[in-house]
């Protein structure tokens, strides 16, 4: 009785798909630095400047207290997380600095809340300049975020409040401008804006409010001026082929 090749089969190796990398997390931080060094030229130099000048600091106190090389890698590692400390601060106003003004921005930075928070993907209300406004639902209440100028974007605001208004079945509705103009919420500090908002609801209430905004669906897109689209009449010909 011939005996069963345990050698798998060469050809189903061949075909699995290669196993994806994982990412460590000093190429993380490389790219953070990168990111921000591409942002601010002077970064390089003022990450050199934290860490030997705590390293210095710490170094002096060891050589007067008889514990110079105690207090020389302790400065070290004071100095390296004090560096790490200011990119990580730095990189967050790169990124932002990097999609500011672009479409879809806003969301960008809201994405970034944390739990507690639903905001849809797609904009509640668009006008023809392609102002957008995005609608979000947390313990505060109904939260719409415009992007776009002061002149504009109140009135795309204020029907979205009304239409939300309607549905949100007495829920608090917060309207914020994004932008960089007086009276405007800054992209970069967006997130912290709603984080400091005060809690109006419950979690039952966040849940049912967002359950009814859902249903009442998103954007519709603007209709070009001079179109009214209740009169617009299919090319019949075009349908039919000529």
Avoid at 209 to 218: C, D, F, I, S, T
Wanted: hydrophobic share 40%; aromatic share 8%; with cysteine.
């Amino acid at each position: 009785m011939a005996r069963k090749s345990t050698s798998a089969d060469p050809s189903a190796e061949a075909t699995k798909p290669p196993k994806a990398k994982k990412t460590r997390w000093y190429h993380n931080l490389w790219q953070a630095y990168k990111i921000t060094a591409r942002y601010d030229r002077k970064t390089p130099w003022i990450l050199l400047g934290i860490a030997v000048g705590i390293t210095v600091v710490f170094t002096v106190v060891g050589y007067f207290s008889g514990k110079l090389v105690y207090f020389a890698l302790l400065g070290f590692t004071f100095g390296l997380v004090g560096a790490m400390f200011f990119l990580s601060r730095r990189v967050e106003v790169a990124a932002y600095a990097q999609i500011e003004g672009q479409p879809g921005s806003a969301y960008a930075a809201l994405s970034t809340l944390r739990r507690g928070w639903t905001f849809s993907q797609e904009p509640s209300a668009v006008n023809p300049h392609q102002d957008t406004v995005f609608r979000g639902v947390g313990r505060p209440g109904v939260v719409l975020v415009s992007d776009g100028p002061p002149h504009r974007v109140a009135k795309l605001l204020e029907g979205e409040r009304k239409r939300c208004a309607r549905v949100a079945g007495g829920a608090p509705v917060l309207l914020v401008q994004m932008g960089k103009e007086e009276g405007q919420v800054p992209l970069r500090k967006l997130t912290r804006h709603l984080s400091k908002l005060k809690p109006a609801l419950t979690k039952q209430e966040v849940h049912a409010v967002n359950k009814r905004l859902m249903a009442m669906g998103g954007a519709k897109p603007p209709v070009p001026k001079g179109i009214d689209p209740m009169r617009v009449r299919p090319d019949r010909k075009g349908m039919r082929g000529r």
